[in-house]
């Protein structure tokens, strides 16, 4: 009979364990282009809009691991002036880089709390004016 008054602490310890096993090495982490996504359909949905320029679009070499095209551009929100860049290496079926060009007039969303934080195209958001 003393035996059987172990089972219930034996079980415990053991679902205990899958819990814990389940939390720490089941969980996925996320890529640097999982929270990239996130950011832009943070800002895309929650997002001020203001006007901006596009200066310049960039095809960077990442070292062997393929090019990467950055979007740069500058904005301003309450008398404060911004220049960013994002990363639409990504998106490049919703930019036609060679229509961008220094000086072209674009939309912007920035996030209200980090103005500096900012996106001119998302997956379901394009600033860039024809």
Known sequence: MNVLRHYPVI???AGAL???F???VGRRRKT???RERERRLRISQHGRITDGNILDVQELDLNG???AQMLIYQYDVAGVTYEASQDITYLRHKVDLYSCR???ATSVKY???NPGDSIVVAEGW???RK
Do not use: I, Q, V, Y
Request: charged letters at 20%; a negative charge.
């Open 18 to 20: 899958l819990l814990a």
């Open 32 to 34: 640097p282009e999982d």
């Open 11 to 13: 079980l415990a310890a």
């Open 102 to 104: 220094l000086g072209l």
């Open 126 to 128: 394009s600033g860039l």
């Open 65 to 67: 691991r393929g090019r």
């Open 22 to 24: 389940g939390l720490l």
């Open 111 to 113: 996030d209200t709390h």
